[in-house]
């Protein structure tokens, strides 16, 4: 039996968020969100950006860097 390939799959548009991952973390008594996330670009690149809030308030936005791989949070 044949498999059919799967030759409609089209690359993301460039900006669209490809994949995306979120943790909490603790330091001293303040618990913070850590978001992380990878952005398609052109010709097929990825661009790995995190965040980082406090409740709801961010408190450092969309900045490029891995932070993912530093917390075993396997997005890629």
Known sequence: ???????????????????????????????????????????GAVRSEYRVLLERDVIKDWTEGDVAQYFGLDIY
């Not at 008594?29 to 052109?42: A, D, H, K, N």
């Open 1 to 43: 039996m044949d498999i059919p390939a799967n030759d409609d799959q089209q690359e993301p548009e460039v900006g669209a968020v490809v994949k995306q991952a979120s943790m909490t973390t603790r330091i001293h008594q303040t618990v913070y969100t850590l978001e992380s996330r990878m952005i398609q670009l052109g010709a």
